[in-house]
């Protein structure tokens, strides 16, 4: 029986890495993956997932507005699918999150959604609240803290490191914008002194 996973963590825990992995795995043993990525993130290309250490593939970019369902359920017509990918699943819409469901119950296709719980203020992704809430699978993906503890949250910093506690939920980057820690330490940033 299909299923709709959620892979889930903070950054730089190897969620893309992951990802690429478990498609080629798939493709080498002669099974079509579909990848999709979220349009906005064009940090490796347009239409690219990549990872840290080097692995990509190309990918199906989606908007908010997109029917995931009715793309996929067009695509598998024509060629059988055996698995979909998404990377950056944050960035799905609720809508969206509730077609990857019906793709799974309905056309029989595994998903494997791959994104960030938590945002830069410890508040959830509209994607991520959706999937937290109806797959079928979680499955958190870990990295550390500077401190060694399992780091659970993510501060957005500025050019210098600094802080920034404010701001627009979403503002794709990586290490340049981005520190992973624990709790404690997500804390300890983010309180004004």
Known sequence: MAKLYFHYATMNAGKSTMLLQASYNYRERGMRTVIFIAALDDRAGKGKVASRIGLSSEAIPFTAADDLYAQIEDM??????????????????AQQVWQLARVSDRIGIPVMAYGLRTDFQGKL???????LAIADELREVRTICHCGRKATMVVRVDGKGDVIREGAQVEVGGNDK????CRRHWEDKMRCD
């Open 76 to 93: 598998n017509a024509q060629d059988p699918i055996t698995c979909v990918f998404i990377d950056e699943a944050q960035f799905l819409s």
């Open 125 to 131: 992704f509209p994607g991520s609240h959706e999937l």
């Open 178 to 181: 981005y520190v992973s820690l």
